[in-house]
Structure formats: structure tokens, C-alpha cells
């Protein structure tokens, strides 16, 4: 888990209040999508919980006393959800997964990786992947266990491979 370098923004109080400017809000909200993307990367985190926003130094910048409203916070999710970096995964909208990198490029950078490898016809355990002395490198290593489920859902949804879930086993065949 790496240490986040917080931008210029992130000590500007006003950028913790929505602009009311049409074009200052649209890059503000633009900003704080990098930011939240940059923040689950380096930390390779993948859950946020609404309820405990201020919980963490994303949205609460102590230093300036200042913390991002919960109203602004949804509308950065719902604008990372059009962007595919972004899903909830409840009703109520109140936990959501973040990927700094899309499904679909998480699917592409795994199934690269199992070409580059020779892992193409064979079968390796979701553990093997997150966890493997093989993937130590790979951007995807420590993956939330979710996240990579739903990218390999990708892969298999495009004939590139297979999950295998039997009782307490969770692996993918690639092909």
C-alpha cells in the first residue's frame, strides 16, 4: 500500500464545495474522479462505504478543516459509474466498488498477462493471482477478490476463459 500525493486541489478549501459555475463544477467533479482513482490505486483499496466518507483523509482534509458532503461524493460516484470505474453494490447506494481501471482493462491487462505467461489452456486459482509469487509485479496483485471476479466475468463473457467456483475453491481457466 502506497502513500498518496494529494494535489494541489486537495488544500484549496473551496474545492471541498460544490462550484456553483457550470464549468468550474463539471472540473472540479473531473478533479475529484481522478483524485478518488488515484487514492483506491495507491492504497489498492476497492470499497468505499458511504457512511464512513469522513472517516478517512479522501474526503476529510484535517489540515484545512474541511470535509466533501456526502451530496457531492454521489454525484463524483455516479459520474464514475458512466466512466465504468464505478459500481454500487447495493440498492440503497450506500457501498460502492471502484475500479481505477475499468472491468473491461482489467480483463485485457489479466488475460495479457496469462498470455505473456503461458497460463493460456491452464487453470489458476483466483489466490494464485491476487496472491502468487507469479503476479508479485502485476498491477492486478492483491486485486479485490470482487473486482477481479467481475473482470474474469468479462473475460468469460468474450470466450477468453472460464471461472471455476466449487465450494470454497475459486479459480479460471483461460483459453
Known amino acids: 500500500m502506497g502513500e498518496i500525493e494529494w494535489p494541489w486541489q486537495y488544500s484549496f478549501p ?23 482513482l488515484e487514492y483506491y490505486k495507491t492504497t489498492k483499496q476497492a470499497v468505499l ?7 478517512f483523509s479522501l474526503f476529510n482534509n484535517t489540515a484545512i478543516k474541511r470535509k466533501l458532503p456526502v451530496e457531492v461524493v454521489s454525484i463524483i460516484l455516479d459520474n464514475l459509474t458512466k466512466s465504468g470505474n464505478a459500481c454500487p453494490l447495493d440498492k ?21 498477462w496469462a498470455q505473456n505467461n503461458g497460463f493460456i489452456g491452464s487453470v489458476c486459482t483466483l489466490f494464485e493471482l491476487t496472491q502468487g509469487d507469479n503476479t508479485i509485479d502485476e498491477e492486478f496483485h492483491c486485486i479485490d477478490t470482487e473486482v477481479l471476479i467481475r473482470a474474469l466475468k468479462r473475460l468469460e463473457s468474450q470466450g477468453k476463459a472460464e471461472l471455476i467456483m466449487f465450494d470454497d475453491n475459486q479459480g479460471v481457466k483461460f483459453f
Open 92 to 112: 440503497t447506494k450506500q457501498r460502492w466498488l471502484i475500479y481505477w481501471h475499468t472491468l473491461d482493462e482489467w480483463g485485457d491487462i489479466i488475460y495479457t
Open 49 to 55: 462505504d458511504i457512511r464512513e466518507i469522513h472517516s
Open 14 to 36: 473551496p474545492f471541498f464545495t460544490l462550484q456553483p459555475h457550470t464549468e468550474t463544477q463539471e472540473k472540479q467533479i473531473s478533479a475529484w474522479a481522478s483524485l478518488v
